[in-house]
């Protein structure tokens, strides 16, 4: 398996992939997603949490040789850094990739990814079973990832606030292909507490499309 370095470079790429880092243009409108994500918290979410994300970084690290390193880097040697820069290049990361998960049209799945998952987990609807039950018992704030692990088969697993699996301090290691942000103010607005009805809502809006080239990215 390659460096996680150089697999999150890959991911960090068409992105400011060091200092000073940008807030990414959506590839679509805030209410585009509707109504499985409302336009409040869409706006809200990306131009305020997002890029409050991205400031602190970037306060974080000005002056410093950080500023040098590619977002992949500071990921890799996250443990390094202070709590500040985890958090907040976590969250950079993390929402940069989940906007590109977003689609408001619908997409499908190519037949190798389909059969991985359905090798792997049992079938699609057990892979979206477990998906939403890790989602569900993350507790507190944090993200759902479906990756490819350090053995190079498909799992899933979650991590607390902004971590993600390309971080050296996380316990599961790999490649992300599929992230779901299960904090509050990615749902509140709208499903209040229920996370359960936010996660169902989340599979009408998936982009497959860019998890297949992630998915071939990775195997090539």
Request: charge should be negative.
């Amino acid at each position: 398996m390659e460096t996680l370095t150089k697999i999150a470079y890959k991911e960090t790429k068409g992105l400011t992939t060091n200092y000073p880092f940008i807030l990414p243009n959506l590839d679509y409108k805030y209410d585009s997603l509707e109504p499985s994500i409302d336009r409040t918290t869409m706006e809200i979410h990306h131009t305020k949490h997002h890029a409050t994300y991205i400031n602190n970084l970037n306060n974080a690290i000005k002056g410093t040789e950080i500023e040098t390193k590619t977002l992949g880097e500071i990921l890799e040697n996250i443990s390094s850094y202070s709590p500040t820069i985890r958090n907040n290049s976590g969250g950079h990361y993390n929402h940069s990739l989940f906007w590109k998960l977003l689609s408001p049209y619908k997409t499908t799945i190519s037949d190798e990814l389909i059969h991985d998952i359905t090798t792997t987990f049992g079938s699609f609807d057990k892979f979206k079973e477990e998906f939403k039950d890790e989602a569900l018992k993350r507790f507190g704030s944090g993200w759902a990832w479906l990756i490819i692990n350090e053995f190079e088969k498909l799992q899933i697993i979650s991590t607390p606030n902004q971590e993600n699996p390309l971080m050296d301090i996380t316990n599961v290691k790999g490649y992300p292909l599929l992230c779901l942000d299960v904090w509050e103010h990615a749902y509140y607005l709208n499903y209040q507490n229920k996370r359960n009805d936010y996660i169902i809502a989340f599979f009408n809006i998936i982009n497959w499309k860019e998890i297949d080239e992630r998915y071939r990215k990775f195997k090539k």
